[in-house]
Nanobody, 121 residues
Framework: VQLQACGGGLVQGGGALRLSCAASGRTFSRYVMAWFRQAPGKEREFVAGINWSGSSTAYADSVEGRFTISRDNAKNTMSLQMNSLKPEDTAVYYC???????????????WGQGTQVTVSS
């Protein structure tokens, strides 16, 4: 399984970015997908997740209402629309594939390489 994340960059506070994750190697539509992030000196944390069909999503409290996760099973892709970005959103963002929609990194079997998001104040 390969996961390729892209879309990171530098943006001013209040701005928006859209991250994408392309998956290959196994039947994408059978698995939960999620975004995690890791800031310097901090542990990796759950950001958002989506079940296999897209009918169920979950968000960290810190991003609820600002970020939206979605997936396109026909294209084997997942996205994270990030609006109203804050400096505290600065981190490396990772996409991950797993079996259960839970906010624990141990639940996810495969990880992308990460994409840097930097939000200036």
């Amino acid at each position: 399984v390969q996961l390729q994340a892209c879309g990171g960059g530098l943006v001013q506070g209040g701005g928006a970015l859209r991250l994408s994750c392309a998956a290959s190697g196994r039947t994408f539509s059978r698995y939960v997908m999620a975004w995690f992030r890791q800031a310097p000196g901090k542990e990796r944390e759950f950001v958002a997740g989506i079940n296999w069909s897209g009918s169920s999503t979950a968000y960290a409290d810190s991003v609820e209402g600002r970020f939206t996760i979605s997936r396109d099973n026909a294209k084997n892709t997942m996205s994270l629309q990030m609006n109203s970005l804050k400096p505290e959103d600065t981190a490396v963002y990772y996409c991950a594939e797993g079996r259960r929609l839970l906010p624990f990194h141990d639940e996810y079997d495969y990880w992308g390489q990460g994409t840097q998001v930097t939000v200036s104040s």
